[in-house]
Nanobody
Framework: QVQLVESGGGLVQAGGSLRLSCAAS????????MGWFRQAPGKEREFVAA????????NYADSVKGRFTISRDNAKNTVYLQMNSLKPEDTAVYYC???????????????????WGPGTQVTVSS
């Protein structure tokens, strides 16, 4: 069992930055790949970024590539999402999720993830 809690969301102006954190409970954090997803009102949950267990491989949605950076600190059981050059269309609830079995064909699919946090709101004003 893995419990996840996101933090760091808030209100920011367009062009600004935020850093989201996701703290995981338990001693098995390093055995999970981790992902960030987001969901805007009236829209489906969409993939944002993922990182493998050791942090050696990262993946990004095209819409955030070059602006967002995912990283992790296994000693602190925490995964991060650094978000720069934020746009109003980045407004959403952001969720972190844990994935036990990562492969190149599954990291972008919400249904593949095993555990989810409750989410944190990010609002970008224009």
């Amino acid at each position: 069992q893995v419990q996840l809690v996101e933090s760091g969301g808030g209100l920011v102006q367009a062009g600004g930055s935020l850093r989201l954190s996701c703290a995981a409970s338990g001693r098995t954090f390093s055995s999970y790949a981790m992902g960030w997803f987001r969901q805007a009102p009236g829209k489906e949950r969409e993939f944002v970024a993922a990182i493998t267990r050791g942090g050696g491989v990262t993946n990004y949605a095209d819409s955030v590539k070059g602006r967002f950076t995912i990283s992790r600190d296994n000693a602190k059981n925490t995964v991060y999402l650094q978000m720069n050059s934020l746009k109003p269309e980045d407004t959403a609830v952001y969720y972190c999720a844990a994935l036990k079995t990562y492969y190149s064909g599954n990291y972008y699919s919400p249904g593949q993830y095993d555990y989810w946090g409750p989410g944190t709101q990010v609002t970008v004003s224009s």
